[in-house]
C-alpha cells in the first residue's frame, strides 16, 4: 500500500522567512496530494492540493509543487506568520483504494 | 459554512467496554471516513465506507471495530471491548464523490478523544 514520508518532523522559523516541507510517497498510482494543516485541539483542515497532472499550484502565501517522476511532493509557505504555527501533514490519495494516507507530520514554529 | 460534527469531544472508559463515538457528516456528502490520530502520531486510516458499506479498511479496523449509518444522518464507529491501546482522537470525516472536477476534498470534524483506563 502507499507509504508517505514527511520531513523534516519539526521546523522553526523566524517570522516572514518561508518554510518548506518536503514529502515523498511510494505509490505511483496515487495521483491527488492534499495537505492538511492542524491546529492544537482541532482537526486536519485542507490548505491545499494538487493533481498528479499538475506540477504547481499557488494559493497567496502558500505553494505546493509536485514531481510526479521522483514522487516527490512539497509545500512552501511565504511570509510566514505566527498563525501558521501548527503541525502540517502530507497525504496522498491511493487510487485503487478509497483512502487518503498522511504522512507522519511536521510541526511548524513561527517566531515573532 | 457546513460542518462535520463528533459527540462526545471527549469519552473516558474502562478497558473491556464498549464505546460509540458518533459523527454528522456534512449533508450532501455520500463518502464517510474514520481516522485515528494517538497523541503526538500521524492521523492512520481506519475505514472508508459509501453507499451503505465499507469500501476500505486498514489492519488497524480489527473485529473490534464496526461502521453504521443508521439513519441516513448519523454515522457512527463502534469498539466493542476497548483496550488501552485504543486511547487516541478519534477523527470523523466526509466528502463529495471524486470527479474530474471535485478531487473529493475530506473535510474532518473536531474529534474524539477517546481515553481508555
Known amino acids: 500500500g502507499e507509504n508517505v514520508e514527511q520531513h523534516p518532523s519539526t521546523l522553526s522559523v523566524q517570522e516572514g522567512d518561508s518554510a518548506v516541507i518536503k514529502c515523498t510517497y511510494s505509490?505511483?498510482?496515487?495521483?491527488?496530494f492534499p495537505w492538511y494543516k492542524q491546529e492544537l485541539g482541532k482537526g486536519p483542515q485542507l490548505i491545499i492540493d494538487?493533481?498528479?497532472?499538475?506540477g504547481e499550484k499557488k494559493d497567496q502565501r502558500i505553494a505546493v509543487t509536485l514531481n510526479k517522476t521522483a514522487k516527490h511532493f512539497s509545500l512552501h509557505i511565504t511570509e510566514t506568520q505566527p498563525e501558521d504555527s501548527a503541525v502540517y501533514f502530507c497525504a496522498a490519495l491511493e487510487t485503487s483504494y478509497d483512502k487518503v494516507i498522511f504522512g507522519p507530520g511536521t510541526s511548524l514554529s513561527v517566531i515573532p | 459554512e457546513p460542518e462535520v460534527t463528533q459527540t462526545p469531544s471527549h469519552q473516558v472508559t474502562q478497558m473491556g467496554q464498549e464505546v460509540i463515538l458518533r459523527c454528522v457528516p456534512i449533508?450532501?456528502?455520500?463518502?464517510f471516513y474514520w481516522y485515528r490520530q494517538i497523541l503526538g502520531q500521524k492521523v492512520e486510516f481506519l475505514v472508508s465506507?459509501?453507499?451503505?458499506?465499507?469500501?476500505?479498511k486498514s489492519e488497524i479496523f480489527d473485529d473490534q471495530f464496526s461502521v453504521e449509518r443508521p439513519d441516513g444522518s448519523n454515522f457512527t464507529l463502534k469498539i466493542r471491548s476497548t483496550k488501552l491501546e485504543d486511547s487516541a482522537m478519534y477523527f470523523c470525516a466526509s466528502s463529495v464523490p471524486r470527479t474530474s472536477v471535485n478531487t473529493g476534498e475530506l473535510f474532518f470534524g473536531e474529534g474524539s478523544r477517546l481515553t481508555v483506563l
Open positions: 494538487i493533481r498528479s497532472n499538475v
Open positions: 505509490d505511483s498510482a496515487s495521483n491527488y
Open positions: 449533508s450532501n456528502h455520500l463518502y
Open positions: 465506507f459509501y453507499n451503505n458499506e465499507i469500501s476500505e
